[in-house]
């Protein structure tokens, strides 16, 4: 995880704070999972909540949210646009390659 990732609920999350269907989170996961927004970064999530109380048996958040990422009750914000085969133009921020055209193939395969 990356201290600038921004989580968002999946269907299964939503559907576990519904109806606790999964039946195996621990309370703090739940509540952790209830409070992920999809606008703030995992930062500011350990900023915030990382040294409370509620989470200190656990050691802080990092563990219930690798639990509930392994869990596929939350992913990445915009994983599912990131997941694209095509490839991307280049932007001003990715300056095209000085690779002869034939090696530039190569790569985008």
Known sequence: MNNGDVFQKTDLG??????QSLGILPREARTLLIMIDGKRTYQSYLDTLDHSKMFADFGGIAPLFELLLGLECIEIAGAASQTSTAPQAPTAS????????????????
Do not use: A, G, V
């Not at 939503?14 to 109806?19: C, F, P």
């Not at 990715?94 to 395969?109: A, D, G, K």
């Open 94 to 109: 990715q300056p095209q390659s000085s690779l002869p055209s034939f090696e530039q193939n190569i790569e985008t395969e």
């Open 14 to 19: 939503r559907e576990e704070i519904k109806s």
